[in-house]
């Protein structure tokens, strides 16, 4: 452990080698060794490591372990100032980027009185070395159950603040995309729909270069991901409708359906599956796997053995005898026909069995009877969605009833399918209501207009309702609050004040590249020039150009540093010492 005269004699030394730093070594160690000093001695060490680090590559190791030391001190000055400065190690040695980058990753879960600091220096890492950063923040963070919550935080929050920078080499978009890509199959929900948007507002999405079929077996992996799917559990269906969901936008980019299409036909179609799955979902998954087969490109054993699952499926909701009572979801209904409309004129004889053929007058008999019903119904909105189900599955089973060669598929709008928005004929133009305001008496006296605040201006549309303005401000303060949620979430739960952090050994030649190149060839450029820049000019005997921190000229010593008194309630509890990467 140095003291001060060692260290200010040890910084001296250094400074008057000049070029000759290299041949110093134990001046750096006696830098080194102040990290385990006292308060000044540290705030002196926090700032010499960096400045001297290129200079001594083989005590890199040495220096990076005291410069964490520093990172867990207990006065919260000397840890920011350490924590600020890692960044500066890696410009000087570029190799050591993913360790550092994990140390700040694990230092993610310090309290919001650091939380700043780490937030910031590993965005300055991140730009400074995009792929090394990134590579980590997924891997080590997301994939991992401790790290998992604050590194989705940083992504979702720091990572997509910075885009307009970050991603303006559009491979390091892609890296990062291929990355939150693998990542998928492991997050929850939540984050799971919040990456699936990422990705298609994305560059590589958009232009093509993302592999779109690998995405949806990505999407159908993160269906069974935490558990083996179970049909009677309300969890793993929400995970297939959130699945659906999103992959529905692929299947428009003429990508096949198949992969999800396969999974229904193992997991939910087959008649002892369907039974268990909730009354209420069971149509929301058959609208879904409806829009599937009818847009998703399905191949023609994919459409075959739709056909005689979905047969299955009705011959067991609806009895086969004329005349028996039986309860239908008219719902059910409308997706089974829409189904088989869609596979009818490939497989004509699949509508063509006496059962199938009797269980369709059934079906066709009780949707008469719910539109005579409906006919009294008081409820205009509820009437009119039951009746446009009712008259889909009227025409579809009229059409099915046909001989084989007048049957056709009909182009019908589900009903569950927004219908499109009706255009007026070109040259039509919609008469604008107009009001005649009386002219004002002569004897009436002219009435002053209150003056509205200045600074806060109103956007009330003309012809508005009066609390119109109010709704807007209503829905702007819910949007607002549902964007805060994980954060709301993470308030709420005490945060650990200081983690443990484990000293990993991880490798260095981590494959980051979505071509499979090494990381140092695709690391920061600049950097790299750099590093070699400096290792030239020490064989060829140049001069180094001079360190932050020099003394001013005629002062043999640094001024020293102004004492740092540890803040009151900013002790660090005895057991929460940091365990950093191993050495």
């Not at 890492?125 to 990134?134: D, F, G, I």
């Amino acid at each position: 452990m140095a003291d001060l005269d060692a260290i200010y004699n040890a910084y001296n030394e250094i400074m008057d080698a000049k070029e000759n730093a290299t041949q110093h070594p134990d001046a750096y160690l006696t830098i080194i060794s102040a990290s385990r000093g006292s308060e000044k001695a540290k705030t002196m060490a926090a700032r010499y490591i960096p400045a001297f680090f290129k200079h001594f590559p083989d005590l890199h190791l040495k220096a990076i372990d005291g410069f964490f030391d520093l990172c867990e001190d207990e006065s919260q000055t000397i840890r920011q100032q350490a924590i600020k400065l890692l960044p500066m190690l890696c410009k000087d040695g570029p190799q050591h980027t993913i360790k550092i980058a994990d140390v700040l990753c694990q230092l993610l879960q310090l309290d919001d009185d650091d939380l700043a600091t780490v937030q910031g220096a590993l965005e300055t890492l991140m730009l400074q070395s995009p792929r090394e950063v990134l590579a980590v923040i997924f891997r080590q963070g997301v994939k991992g159950k401790e790290l998992r919550e604050v590194s989705l935080d940083f992504i979702t929050n720091n990572v997509i603040a910075t885009k307009d920078t970050l991603f303006k080499d559009a491979e390091v978009e892609l890296f990062f995309i291929q990355e939150m890509q693998k990542a998928m199959e492991s997050v929850p929900d939540e984050d799971f729909a919040t990456f699936a948007k990422i990705i298609m507002n994305s560059g590589p999405y958009k232009s093509g270069k993302l592999d779109l079929a690998d995405l949806l077996k990505t999407y159908i992996a993160h269906i069974t991901s935490e558990k083996p799917f179970n049909a009677g559990d309300d969890e793993s269906i929400k995970r297939v409708l959130s699945t659906g969901k999103y992959s529905m936008p692929i299947f428009k980019r003429t990508i096949s359906a198949d992969p999800l299409l396969e999974f229904y036909a193992q997991n939910i179609l087959p008649v002892a599956e369907f039974r268990k799955i909730d009354n209420k979902k069971k149509s929301s998954l058959l609208r879904l796997y409806s829009d599937a087969i009818t847009s998703g490109y399905p191949s023609a054993t994919v459409v075959q053995q739709a056909g005689g699952l979905v047969i299955g499926l009705l011959n067991d909701i609806v009895p086969e005898k004329e005349g028996d009572a039986f309860s239908l979801d008219f719902k059910l209904a409308e997706c089974f026909a829409t189904i088989l409309n869609f596979i009818s004129p490939k497989h004509p004889e699949i509508v063509e069995d006496a059962a199938v053929i009797t269980r369709f007058r059934n079906v066709y008999r009780a949707c008469q009877n719910e539109m005579s019903r409906l006919r009294r119904e008081s409820d205009e909105s509820k009437k009119k969605s039951a009746e446009d189900i009712c008259k889909n599955v009227l025409v579809m089973i009229q059409e099915f009833m046909k001989p084989r060669q007048a049957r056709t598929r009909l182009s019908i709008i589900p009903s569950w399918t927004p219908k499109p928005p009706v255009v007026p004929p070109q040259g039509v133009v919609k008469a604008q209501e107009t009001t005649v305001k009386p002219a004002p008496s002569k004897t009436a006296k002219p009435t002053k207009t209150p003056l509205k605040p200045v600074g806060k201006a109103t956007n009330v549309k003309a012809g508005s309702k009066p609390g119109s303005q109010q709704q807007q401000q209503q829905q702007q303060s819910q949007a607002q609050g549902s964007g805060s949620k994980r954060k709301a979430e993470q308030e709420s739960q005490p945060k650990a004040k200081k983690p443990k952090i484990l000293r990993r050994s991880i490798s260095n030649s981590i494959d980051m590249s979505p071509r499979g190149n090494s990381p140092g060839q695709h690391g920061n450029k600049h950097q790299q020039q750099h590093h070699q820049h400096h290792q030239h000019q020490q064989h060829q005997g140049k001069p180094q150009s001079k360190q932050q921190g020099r003394p001013p000229q005629g002062q043999r010593r640094p001024s020293p540093p102004s004492r740092v008194r540890t803040p009151s309630g900013s002790q660090r509890e005895g057991k929460g010492r940091i365990s950093f990467l191993s050495r």
